[in-house]
């Protein structure tokens, strides 16, 4: 999570994490935690046995969450191995009662619980361990550790970090009471690795004088565990190590070893894919796949990185691919061009900027990253242009510096659905260019709905005139120190709708004339949370926009007031810019729902 230094100066970002946080001191600390120097103690501090995934050696920084948000750790296997042991190394200031660590499959973000164990309880300066029913990992594949404090426990849960790692995210709840069966990724928490791991409990098998038909069976906290036959055993046998079990858990079942109907290298996956029939999915091997051109199929072929391979793909799509799935590439780039049909690009990784031409059918990016990228042929990390039409960008996160905008329309395109998207770190900086998470610039029928904005320059940027008619709805925009005072611009917009946003941190909606002089006319600005409202901007006449039922708006229905977030004063979710029940603005909108989102 965020570092805090435990003073009262402001510091600067610490590299690898989103923010620059003001520290506090320790009676009063922010509910995203803290990171707390301890460079002396780590050395000291002796791994007590081999990790099959995580870390067991313990970290120089102490960290931990409010009660109630998890945070989970990207790790790989580095051992294939049915794991049945989890441990965290807490600190000796650690006082909660009680720390819930999991498992999860995913790949670029935590998916699915495998297992789970409770620590009632637990002691501070220690590793603390807990044991589940034995689930089968694989070298060399993605794995996530979570782990949580639970909400209505006592005390903080402290435990050790290093800053440098992998990914590390907070939850998207503040009020878990367990690990979640399915994770949702809440703040981007940057790198850093966690005193935590997961491992084959040992298993003691006391000295035998004579060769028994079955060793017997020792006390185990949970699960019982019972050790196969050993058929000649030494006297004085060292303590042996439980062989992999092979009965599935009663909860969070390992999921099947593989889905792939068809394995493919970098020299024949040509031939792989043209001979695959519909509904298989392609597994393909380390390597760098060149430019693939796709193909029509009768149904979804999916195409994804065999178990641990790391896969680089170009896609050139063109009228001639239809039914076409990628799924976890982790270095993507390329064209979907006019005539593509039922395309989807899901859980992978653009490392470089991507455009969409023409009319497409059926097009999804979902749960994709595109982060510190360049611009490319247009000034988006994806971009639609040339009249693209119809097009699904879903569950993605645009962010991360780079010198581009998140999305631009442009080019008469249109019918695009903008939704459930994070852009955050999207500064103008240093850039020359154009740094805005979505920018219209010739756009029409495009729905922004549902995105989470912050920590970014501005928010859309539409002020020239052709980006109507629009619908930006139930997105949470929070203004940065330092970036431009706006979250959206419409400049000579027509037909437009701005409702149920929460748009706060001192941005405004500026609605005006655009930069060739025409009025905006017949825009909607209602049901929204504002903290600083809509600037209609000379010489643009009030009599073009329509504001009401806005909190700390204009309208014969707007009301004025500080609200109540269901996250708290300083929410670090989406979610938790909801309002709390019986805060102002709660069921007071038009549609007689909350004001802000819902």
Known sequence: ??????????????????????????????????????????????????????????????????????????????????????????????????????LFSGSSAASRRLARCVITSPTPGAWNRCTFTAVKVTKGTTYWLGVLQPTGTTGTVKYREAASGSRTYGSSSTALTALPTTWANGPD??????????????????????????????????????????????????????????????????????????????????????????????????????????????????????????????????????????????DLGGWVINGSKNVAITNSKFTYPTSVLGTVTGLVFDGDTFDNLPQGTWEGRLSFSQSANGATVKNSHFGNGGCSDGIQITGSSSNILIQGNEFSNLTQGS?????????????????????????????????????????ITNNVMVGTSGGYPWAIVDGGGKNDVISHNTIIGGWVVEVGQANGGQNSTNETVKDNVFTNGVSVLSPQSSSGVLQDYNLNGSGSHSLSGTPTYSGGSKPTTYAGYKLASGSIGAGKASDGKNLGIN
């Open 1 to 102: 999570m965020p570092p805090t230094i435990n003073s009262l100066s402001e510091v600067s970002p610490v590299p690898n994490f989103r923010h620059a946080v003001r520290s506090i001191p320790t009676t009063s600390r922010r509910t995203t935690g803290a990171l707390l120097t301890l460079a002396a103690c780590a050395a000291a501090l002796p791994a007590t046995a081999s990790a099959d995934i995580g870390s067991s050696s313990v970290g120089s920084t102490v960290d931990y969450n409010t009660p109630g948000r998890g945070q989970d750790f990207k790790l790989t296997a580095g051992s294939t191995a049915s794991l049945t042991r989890l441990s965290i190394y807490l600190d000796k200031s650690s006082t909660g009662s009680k720390v819930e660590l999991g």
């Open 189 to 330: 928490w940057g790198t850093a690795a966690a005193s935590i791991y997961s491992d084959v409990a040992p298993v003691t098998t006391p000295p035998v004088t004579t060769p028994p038909t079955t060793d017997p069976t020792p006390p185990v906290t949970t699960p019982p565990v019972t050790t196969p036959p050993v058929t000649t055993p030494p006297v004085t046998t060292p303590p042996v190590t439980t062989p992999p079990v092979t009965t599935p858990p009663t909860t969070d079942p390992t999921p099947p070893a593989s889905s792939c109907t068809v394995n493919a290298t970098t020299s024949t996956f040509a031939s792989a894919f043209s001979n695959a029939a519909g509904g298989a999915t392609i597994c393909l091997a380390s390597g760098n796949y060149g430019t693939f051109t796709g193909g029509s199929k009768s149904s979804q072929v999916t195409i994804k990185p065999a178990s641990g391979a790391s896969v680089s793909i170009q896609i050139n799509f063109g009228s001639n691919v239809n039914n076409v799935r990628l799924d976890g590439i982790q």
């Open 431 to 471: 850039c020359s260019q154009h740094v805005d998470p979505i920018q219209f610039y010739g756009a029409a029928n495009v729905t922004v709905d549902s995105n989470y904005f912050h920590d970014t320059s501005t928010g859309i940027m539409s002020p020239d005139g052709n980006g109507s008619p629009f619908t």
